[in-house]
């Protein structure tokens, strides 16, 4: 079994910085068994027994929704995805707006 320390860093194949779940469980302040249990759930994608940053602001934006508003960790994942679609499709709408500004600005 490989062991990583906290000051280590590990590099995806897209050239992205990876954390451990002991990094992850420190800076959100939880446990490594509840950021286990998150990739158990499928709440994050690990990348074998690292992070992406954005997993690690996807655990503390839960955790912060579970305290805060009281959701439990399903709905805390629903809302994130829901936040993540509309922002999608607000950028999708603003291509699709700039796009026929260009085509009818060129009539």
């Given at each position: 079994m490989t062991?990583?320390?906290?000051?280590?860093?590990?590099?995806?194949?897209?050239?992205?910085?990876?954390?451990?779940?002991?990094?992850?469980?420190?800076?959100t302040e939880t446990s490594t068994t509840l950021v286990e249990n998150f990739a158990q759930l499928g709440l994050i994608e690990p990348v074998g027994v690292m992070l992406h940053q954005r997993d690690i602001a996807r655990i503390a934006q839960i955790q912060h929704l579970r305290q805060d508003l009281g959701l439990n960790l399903v709905g805390a994942a629903m809302v994130l995805d829901m936040a993540q679609e509309i922002a999608q499709l607000r950028a999708q709408n603003?291509?699709?707006?700039?796009?026929?500004?260009r085509v009818f600005k060129g009539n």
């Open positions: 062991e990583f320390s906290l000051s280590q860093v590990v590099v995806s194949q897209e050239g992205e910085p990876l954390y451990t779940f002991e990094y992850a469980a420190m800076v603003q291509a699709y707006q700039s796009l026929l500004d």
